[in-house]
């Protein structure tokens, strides 16, 4: 925990450094319990500016091959980062996902899983992660490009209630879900231009 607060320390000032940034809605997040924080994914650069700002530990889940690159490895293993094998969730993912949110912790995704532009539909884990673990879903959008010193802001929005999917098995239901949690950010977005 104490190399998390460092890192944070050290990304708040480097990020403030190298972009303008704004952030709106921190006071959306729980301060307490399972939360998924639900954000669009812009660049390699998001899941710091998506976690540093806030008070808790945030995870991410990594692709599995940034667990073997030298240096970076060890660094994103010790700010509590998990594998995720391209392609598909492995069991252990999941469950290690389900860990974190069930225990309390904040777990930060991309539901559009790779960084695109706004065309590439989502996938449904993260609706799967909040309806299974009763996490509450925080929707956050990401508004500008990480071009030196440009103005880039974090919006983080109220909870997403997904009442109306908890408890049912149909097969279309986490991808109702997913499109809910997918709509709720393109309104942070445009709201927040």
Known sequence: MTFYRFARAVLRIV????????????????????????????????????????????????????????VLGPIINKLGAFPVKRGGISKDSIRTALTVLREGGIMGIFPEGTRNSQSVAAKKGAAVFALRSDAAVVPVAIIGQYKLFSKIKVVYGPPVDLTAYKGKEATGTAEEATDKIMAEIRQLMKQNQ
């Open 15 to 70: 990020y403030r450094v190298l972009f303008r940034i704004k952030i709106i809605g921190t006071e959306h997040i729980p301060v307490e319990g399972g939360v998924l924080l639900c954000s669009n994914h812009i660049s390699y650069l998001d899941p710091p500016i998506v976690g540093i700002f806030i008070k808790r530990p945030v995870r991410f889940m990594a692709k599995e091959e940034l667990f073997k690159v030298p």
